[in-house]
Structure formats: structure tokens, C-alpha cells
């Protein structure tokens, strides 16, 4: 299985990104594909997952009306929506994947990362 992420960058407070995540290697609609960052002198957390044998999505609190998480079986992608962005949320965005329908937060969980996205909200 291999991950990449796309769609990090700079942006301002209140503004908006998109991130991807292009799954291939097996059979995407049996994995769980998670949303984790990473800010400096910070653990990885996860924020955000979508369970594709569910078509559920969940989400942290911390993003949790702002984040919105979908994922197209067409395309093996899923994409986080960000939006009122807070200069807290600057990090490395990574997504993983593991396989079954459990959908977790716990990194360790996860067998597949990403190489992540950098993703900077000035204030």
C-alpha cells in the first residue's frame, strides 16, 4: 500500500485548505484511512479518520465542525476540508491506513503512512 498526501501550504487564520490522499496498492475500500499532524516539539495525533467498510467518518473535537473528512471510492482518495483555520492547527498532516473496519487514533494502529504535508497558518 502506498499513501501520498497532497494540498498543504500557507495560508491565513480563517482561511481554507484541502488535503489529499491517493491510496493504491490493494483494495481501498477495506482500509480505514486516518488524518494525523504533527506540530514541532509535539506527539502525532490523529484528528479525523474515515472507515470506508463503515462509510463513516469521524472526527476530534479540536476539528470537529471545522474539518470535514470524505472519501471517493472512484478515485481511492480521501480528502480533508479544512476550514476556519486556527494558527494552532499548523503541523505535518499525514494519512494512514489500516486495514478493517475499527476506525482508531492511535498511530500505532495504522500500517501505512504517508510522507506528509506541510500545512502553516499564519496569524
Known amino acids: 500500500v502506498q499513501l501520498v498526501e497532497s494540498g498543504g501550504g500557507l495560508v491565513q487564520a480563517g482561511g481554507s485548505l484541502r488535503l489529499s490522499c491517493l491510496f493504491s496498492g490493494d483494495t481501498f475500500g477495506n482500509y480505514v484511512i486516518g488524518w494525523f499532524r504533527q506540530a514541532p516539539g509535539k506527539e502525532r495525533e490523529g484528528i479525523s479518520c474515515?472507515?470506508?467498510?463503515?462509510?463513516?467518518?469521524y472526527y476530534r473535537p479540536s476539528v470537529r465542525g471545522r474539518f470535514t473528512i470524505s472519501s471517493d471510492n472512484a478515485r481511492n482518495t480521501v480528502t480533508l476540508q479544512m476550514n476556519r483555520l486556527k494558527p494552532e492547527d499548523s503541523a505535518v498532516y499525514f494519512c494512514?491506513?489500516?486495514?478493517?473496519?475499527?476506525?482508531?487514533?492511535?498511530?500505532?494502529?495504522?500500517?501505512?503512512w504517508g510522507q506528509g504535508t506541510q500545512v502553516t497558518v499564519s496569524s
Open positions: 474515515f472507515s470506508n467498510p463503515e462509510g463513516a467518518p
Open positions: 494512514a491506513a489500516r486495514w478493517g473496519t475499527y476506525h482508531s487514533y492511535a498511530e500505532d494502529e495504522y500500517d501505512y
